[in-house]
């Protein structure tokens, strides 16, 4: 069984920065992308930013230049740098992954999520 485990959200000032992390854990061969979604209340959960397995990113148009996604193979993290806050940004961060965990099975996995809070 798959776990992904998330950790770094809470309450920061516009302009603040926080960092994010998720460890993926369980029977696990191999993951392609890892990623991160946020869901602000009122809307739909929207895609923050993607990485694959050998490190390429996308980010969505909002979060260019503010946020960084990386990833740790050896130890199946991916984090999310936030830099430059805005009240905009508060939503529940959740993390993503697709993941390998027998043959040729993927299965797609979402962590509990953890909520970003942006004082004005």
């Known amino acids: 069984q798959v776990q992904l485990v998330e950790s770094g959200g809470g309450l920061v000032q516009a302009g603040g920065s926080l960092r994010l992390s998720c460890a993926a854990s369980?029977?696990?061969?191999?993951?392609?992308?890892m990623g991160w979604y946020r869901q602000a209340p009122g809307k739909q959960r929207e895609l923050v930013a993607t990485?694959?397995?050998?490190?390429?990113?996308n980010y969505a148009d909002s979060m260019k230049g503010r946020f960084t996604i990386s990833r740790n193979n050896a130890k199946n993290t991916v984090s999310l740098q936030m830099n430059s806050l805005k009240p905009e940004d508060t939503a529940v961060y959740y993390c993503?992954?697709?993941?390998?965990?027998?043959?040729?099975?993927?299965?797609?996995?979402w962590g509990q999520g953890t909520q970003v809070t942006v004082s004005s």
């Open positions: 993503n992954a697709d993941i390998y965990t027998g043959g040729y099975g993927l299965n797609n996995y």
């Open positions: 369980g029977n696990i061969l191999s993951i392609n992308h």
């Open positions: 990485i694959t397995s050998s490190g390429r990113t």
